[in-house]
């Protein structure tokens, strides 16, 4: 008995007035209504950061209750940037179980109530203390990967404006991305520093938002294929190689392995770029292609929606800005509309049958891979 | 910024799998063992990458400069530099000041000045990487 996503609903990503529950609420009633709110037994939601004085905020009950879910089960789950994808794992595998018929599945996150000191000093908390003690933040560490990677393949630092460039371009499709104006690479490269060689506009942007799905029992052209995730030291000093990530090695091998799929059958994928030069990473290690060869797929164009592989068709975390949980469901979101046939002017160029989402928890440290295609005999 | 503290660096060796590491207060990071010995190295290393933040953490000032260091084969330091930003390659003396690492640059050894060497291999040094 297969799953499959059933509906999709993704507010808009960006400086929102409204409170973690009122968007984790739209976003969820969006999805349910795409199921002419068919009876839900199970809610699975997810998101970060503390909220309130008293710290975290009961989303769980507050949103059951908001969209009337008394008869549901519920689960909170985190796992900082990979919360979205974590909660639809989880919701995947209860409803493998035959216990429960279908889910609701809401990851949000609102972060634009507060200063970027704060919301930085709060995001170093998914870094290893040791090296948060010594004044890290996630843009830091990610320099250092940035560095090594265009050190050891001997890349032109414009290789890293590239993948902000296709963003941007990629977001002015998406009514629902925080960025709606493309940029230059000249522009990107003339942004202010935020962590050498990292520019603002090659980090994504602190963001309000929320994404949905509902998830079913039974067949559907965005089943659940395959599911992956991994771990990796937290201390990037334990890593013997910073130019790979071998949380989404291990994640996609597992995806892969249930799949029963290799990469040569991927039509599209969202991949996790919070930072420019991380998707040229993760096309390599979901083995798209060969170690240093990421940069020259966006060099040729092969990313873009008419590509070999269309990769962030949605604009990716880039052009959406990132609500840190929200981000892994929305790239499993996109995957969904884009095999769904829902992506209206987003659609990539060959309608594509199998789908990868791809997100990252931390420094790269707890990764999720996520396969979704068509089940159909 | 404070001058770096001349504390050797306290790297431990693993019993069971011989691995050496730092910091020295925790398990073996390849293979969990509790039971590690103090190893001495010496205080310098090269920097592998080396970052200046415009905002770093709460608690330090802009700009902050971090570079990840290689201190002995395969053992890494996340480290507070004093000092210039240090390309890749360069050779740094390492010290532990409290709980932070501090590194600033360092006259290269004969070794690592790569005598009898091309003019490529003194600028790359063995690679950071093992093979895939």
């Given at each position: 008995m297969s799953v499959h996503v059933a509906s999709v609903g993704v507010g808009r990503f960006g400086?929102?007035?409204?409170g973690l529950v009122e968007l984790a609420a739209e976003a969820g009633g969006l999805a349910l209504e795409g199921v002419g709110r068919k009876p839900i037994d199970l809610l699975v939601v997810g998101s970060m950061l503390a909220h309130g004085g008293s710290g975290r905020e009961p989303l769980l009950p507050r949103l059951a209750s908001r969209l009337s879910l008394e008869a549901s089960s519920g689960v909170r789950v985190e796992s900082t940037s990979a919360t979205g994808a974590m909660a639809f794992h989880v919701a995947a595998d209860a409803l493998a179980t035959g216990r429960f018929e279908r889910a609701l599945v809401v990851a949000a996150e609102k972060m634009t109530d507060r200063t970027t000191p704060e919301v930085t000093g709060e995001l170093a908390g998914a870094l290893h203390p040791s090296e948060a003690a010594h004044g890290a933040t996630m843009p830091a560490l990610a320099a250092l990967v940035s560095q090594r990677y265009l050190e050891r393949h001997g890349?032109?630092?414009?290789?890293?404006d590239r993948p902000s460039v296709h963003a941007r371009a990629m977001a002015t499709?998406?009514?629902?991305?925080?960025?709606?104006a493309p940029v230059s690479a000249a522009e990107v490269a003339a942004s202010?520093?935020?962590?050498t060689p990292l520019r603002l506009l090659h980090c994504a942007a602190i963001a309000d938002g929320a994404a949905a799905v509902v998830l079913e029992r039974g067949e559907g052209a965005?089943?659940?294929?395959g599911l992956g995730q991994g771990f990796e030291s937290m201390?990037?000093?334990?890593?013997?190689?910073?130019?790979?990530f071998a949380a989404t090695r291990i994640a996609a091998q597992r995806a892969y392995e249930m799949a029963h799929l290799?990469?040569?059958?991927?039509g599209v994928v969202e991949l996790h770029?919070?930072?420019?030069?991380?998707p040229m990473i993760h096309l390599e290690d979901i083995g798209a292609?060969?170690?240093?060869?990421g940069a020259s797929w966006y060099e040729k164009g092969?990313?873009?929606?008419?590509?070999?592989l269309p990769v962030?068709?949605?604009?990716?975390l880039i052009g959406r800005g990132h609500p840190i949980a929200a981000s892994g469901l929305a790239g499993i979101a996109e995957v969904a509309l884009q095999l769904r046939g829902e992506?209206?002017?987003?659609?990539?160029a060959k309608a594509p049958k199998v789908g990868l989402a791809h997100a990252v928890g931390g420094l790269a440290s707890h990764n999720f891979v996520t396969i979704l295609g068509s089940d159909a005999p | 910024m404070t001058k770096a503290a001349a504390t050797p660096l306290a790297l431990s060796r693993c019993e069971a799998c011989h691995t050496r590491f730092l910091?020295?207060?925790?398990?073996?990071?390849?293979?969990?063992?509790?039971?590690v010995h103090p190893y001495p190295v010496p205080d310098h290393g090269r920097a592998i990458a080396a970052t200046e933040l415009s905002a770093p953490a709460p608690g330090w000032a802009a700009p902050h400069r971090l570079v990840l260091a290689?201190?002995?084969?395969?053992v890494r330091v996340l480290a507070v530099v004093d000092g210039a930003l240090p390309s890749p390659g360069d050779p740094l003396r390492i010290a532990l000041d409290g709980a932070t690492y501090r590194a600033r640059p360092a006259a290269a050894s004969p070794r690592e000045r790569g005598e009898g060497e091309s003019p490529k291999a003194r600028r790359a040094g063995p690679p950071f990487e093992p093979p895939r």
């Open positions: 400086k929102r007035t409204e890349l032109p630092l414009a290789a890293i499709r998406n009514p629902n991305a925080m960025f709606t202010r520093p935020v962590a965005a089943a659940v294929l201390r990037i000093v334990d890593r013997p190689d910073l130019t790979t290799t990469r040569k059958e991927l770029d919070a930072f420019a030069p991380f292609c060969g170690p240093g060869e092969w990313v873009a929606p008419d590509g070999r962030n068709p949605s604009g990716g992506a209206g002017p987003r659609a990539v | 910091p020295s207060d925790s398990p073996c990071p390849k293979c969990g063992s509790t039971r290689e201190v002995a084969d395969g």
